[in-house]
């Protein structure tokens, strides 16, 4: 957590982050009744403004990336889905080509402080439980 940032969790230096490049991914859990499922989340920078989504295609329940943090296709202007080829505005998860066109990516809550990127759990995706010892 976050001094000054309680509830929040801590993604990663946001200069890791490069504009329009390799994004980072985060581990989250999704909450289902009594079952959980560990999944990923991911932020990603463009135009200057940090994104972040649950790391799942709109189409069918599978990663983005297809190299791990790689999640925008060759020109920098659009996510996009590995498998599927389903193409995702960045600033919104829109998804405006593919076989989803008019869904969207599930969106996650972030902030930027004093350097670093922090995403707030909310009633469905929880932090990772930590490790067992």
Do not use: K
């Amino acid at each position: 957590m976050a001094e000054g940032l309680p509830g929040w969790v801590l993604i990663g230096a946001a200069s890791d982050i490069v504009e329009r490049g390799a994004g980072m991914r985060f581990p989250v859990r999704e909450r289902y009744g009594r079952q959980d499922a560990q999944l990923t989340g991911f932020v990603v920078r463009f135009e200057g403004q940090l994104y972040a989504y649950l790391n799942q295609c709109a189409h069918v329940a599978t990663e983005l990336d297809w190299i791990p943090g790689q999640f925008f296709e060759s020109s920098g202007l659009y996510l996009m889905c590995a498998t599927h080829g389903a193409i995702y505005l960045p600033e919104n998860g829109t998804c405006t080509g593919g076989p989803c066109r008019g869904a969207r990516l599930r969106q996650i809550d972030i902030r930027e402080h004093q350097g670093s990127v922090y995403w707030l759990p909310d009633d469905v995706l929880a932090a990772p439980n930590p490790p067992d010892h």
